[in-house]
């Protein structure tokens, strides 16, 4: 079983920056992807930006020059850095990861966090 664990979510005012990590724990092996998304209340849960094994990156157009998305892949972790933060990114917060685990034979996870608020006053 992988373990995602969130942190770095808080209150900031419009224009301020925060820096979100998930630190992905367990029998891994590869983690081929990991992302942020997000859930405002009363909306579906959305894509923020992802990762690719090999660095690429994939960002939603609200949040394009505003947010960067990078990753640490010997500490299995995940950053997500976002500045010019707007009254309209808060929201929930989750971080995604899938590959492969197993201490015997190998699986394929797909795994979530349990979300970290960030909220952002005008």
């Known amino acids: 079983q992988v373990r995602l664990v969130e942190t770095g979510g808080g209150l900031v005012h419009s224009g301020g920056s925060l820096t979100l990590s998930c630190a992905a724990s367990?029998?891994?092996?590869?983690?081929?992807?990991m992302g942020w998304y997000r859930q405002a209340p009363g909306r579906q849960r959305e894509l923020v930006a992802s990762?690719?094994?090999?660095?690429?990156?994939n960002y939603a157009d609200s949040v394009k020059g505003r947010f960067t998305i990078s990753r640490d892949s010997a500490m299995n972790t995940v950053y997500l850095r976002m500045n010019s933060l707007k009254p309209e990114d808060t929201a929930v917060y989750y971080c995604?990861?899938?590959?492969?685990?197993?201490?015997?034979?190998?699986?394929?996870?797909?795994?979530w966090g349990q979300g970290t608020q960030v909220t952002v006053s005008s």
């Open positions: 367990g029998s891994i092996l590869v983690i081929n992807g």
């Open positions: 990762i690719t094994a090999g660095h690429s990156t």
């Open positions: 995604n990861a899938v590959g492969y685990s197993g201490s015997y034979s190998s699986s394929r996870f797909d795994s």
